[in-house]
Structure formats: C-alpha cells, structure tokens
C-alpha cells in the first residue's frame, strides 16, 4: 500500500463517506465536485481498491471504505489535536511572561544573562518586568498579577511557589553616617538589639521578621523606629535618624546617596534572592524563564 497518503485525501474521503453524495461532500469541502472526484480516484490508485461503489443514483462504500473509515476519522482527529497543540505552543513562545520584582535583581549582569539563556529557548517571546511595592512580599505572585517573581526569601506561604535561589549575599546594615557605629568596618548583630529599625509593612508576613532578624535575636522583641514600603521612603527614615533596617550587600547602592553608610553585619544568615513560581505552574515560558534563571545563576531548583 501506498504510504504519501495526505491528510486532504483523508478530508475528501472522509466527507464523501458521510454524505455519501459527491455534490454535497464538495459543497462541505468548499471544492468543485470534478476537483473532488478526480482526487478520490487518485486516492483509489494509490491504495489499489475501489472505495465507494458508484451509479447514477447512489454512493456506497466498498468493503475496503468501510474499513478505512474509522481510521481516517482517527488520523484526522490526531491531527487536528496535534495541530491545535503546535498553535498553542507557538503563541506561548510568541507571548509575553511578566515578571515582578520589588528591587532590582540585576547583580553582576544576572538580568542580562537570564534574558540570554530564555531567549535561546523562547527567541519570540517577550519580558515584562514589573515593579511591586514591598507592602507585597510576593512581588505580585499571589495576587497572580505577574507570571514569575524575583523575591526574598523566606516568602509567605511558601507551599503556593516553587523557586530557584539565583543570588545568596551577606546582609548589611544601612544607618545614618552620624550614627555611633557608622566608623565601624563592621557590625556585629548584638551592636544592634537595642537600635530602633526602619521594618518593612506588616502585610510583608514573614519576611518582615527575616528583615528584622528576629532568629538572631534570642527572643527579644525589636522596636520600630518607622515602616517603609520602598528604597526613598527606608533612605528618608535612615537620614532622619528614625532607625537602622538591614538590607541585602547588593541593595546597598539604593540607599547609599548621601547621609548613609553601609556596613557588613555578623551573626546574621546570608539574604537569598530567588526567582518563584506559583506551584503547579508549567506553562512552557514560565519554565523555561526558570530554567533560564537557574542556569544562568548556577543554583538549584526549590
């Protein structure tokens, strides 16, 4: 049997089998009813058996139709499917991912190097960065307002995301150039129990107290000098004289303007910044920003 049988042949035979009418069958396939029988005979020859029987009233199958039509009706029915999954996987490549953030994760060239690597995998798509307020700790995950998310970790409710930690860096101490320990090169954590510091919203749930070092404080509750809910609001709480806050050794460019000095802090565990994904997720683009982020930033999965 001939193997090049095409999926337009299968259409014809197929319509023609249902109707059972060379007139109507052309109709439905929007053909002329020549163009449609020159192409059943030549689908006969291929296959070496009469399909319909034919007079000059009636259209039957032959034994060897009757046998292939389920099968065409199957391949045509594959086909279809197949082809509805390569539309939607060419418009996810072609689409948009949107990806929050509430600082900026481009450290030493990360951002740069993520777009390379996701755009070897999606050349057509396109990267939406979007700039959230820290009152969401998220950065837009929960609220599904963006697709993927640079965040600190911890994150709250941590069951809903999966993420790949992309930058881990020691955290610093921003406080005012004035302040008793601004000469210091560094700071060691019990220097600072007692300083009021400049805390994060509430809404940001746990990673509030992450900010605030409350694992490394024995207990002791720490007093809120002000809240702030961006990098201006924390560098106008700090030249103020209203508090301390600790902050990631790369963020320190946000906040170092004039008035303010950072400095290394000990007895405190190192800041994870980490591109998440809310669980489950697997469409195409945002695995393969993730995949594009782990590679390029050389960390695990989480």
């Known amino acids: 049997m001939a193997m090049d049988v ?36 030549a689908l006969e020859r291929q296959l070496g058996a009469d ?26 029915a594959a086909w279809e499917a197949a082809s509805g999954a390569v539309e939607r996987a060419k418009a996810e490549q072609q689409a948009t991912i949107v990806v929050g953030m509430s600082t900026s994760p481009g450290r030493g060239g990360l951002l740069p ?9 999606c050349p057509a798509a396109k990267v939406e960065l979007r700039q959230v307020s820290w009152t969401d700790s998220s950065a837009g995950l929960a609220d599904g307002s963006v697709d993927a998310a640079f ?19 020691p955290r610093h101490v921003a406080l005012p150039d004035t302040h008793r320990l601004a000469d210091r090169p560094e ?19 746990v990673l509030r107290d992450y900010w605030l070092a409350l694992e490394a404080r024995a207990g002791r509750p720490a007093l809120i000098g002000a809240e702030a809910a961006s990098a201006d609001e924390t560098y106008e ?21 004039g008035g303010v000095v950072t400095r290394p802090v000990h007895g405190v565990a190192p800041s994870r910044l980490a591109l998440a994904w809310r669980a489950g997720d697997r469409r195409p683009l945002v695995r393969a920003y993730a995949e594009a982020s782990r590679l390029a930033s050389g960390h695990r999965t989480g």
Not at 115 to 120: A, L, P
Not at 194 to 200: G, L, M, Y
């Open 113 to 121: 190097a993520i777009r390379s690597r996701f755009s070897e995998t």
């Open 187 to 205: 700071v060691d954590f019990r220097d600072l129990l007692d300083e009021p510091f400049i805390a994060i919203p509430k809404s940001a749930g």
């Open 6 to 41: 095409h999926g337009r042949d299968l259409r014809y035979f197929v319509a023609v089998a249902e109707e059972l009418h060379f007139t109507r069958a052309a109709e439905r396939l929007f053909v002329s009813q020549p163009a449609l029988s020159k192409q059943i005979r």
């Open 51 to 76: 399909l319909f029987e034919r007079d000059r009233r009636d259209v039957r199958l032959t034994a060897v139709g009757a046998a292939l039509l389920p099968y065409a009706r199957r391949m045509l």
């Open 237 to 257: 709480a700090l030249v103020d004289g209203r508090g301390v806050c600790l902050l990631a050794a790369g963020n320190a460019p946000l906040l170092t303007r």
């Open 151 to 169: 965040v600190w970790l911890p994150v709250p409710d941590e069951e809903r995301y999966a993420w790949v930690v992309v930058a881990e860096e």
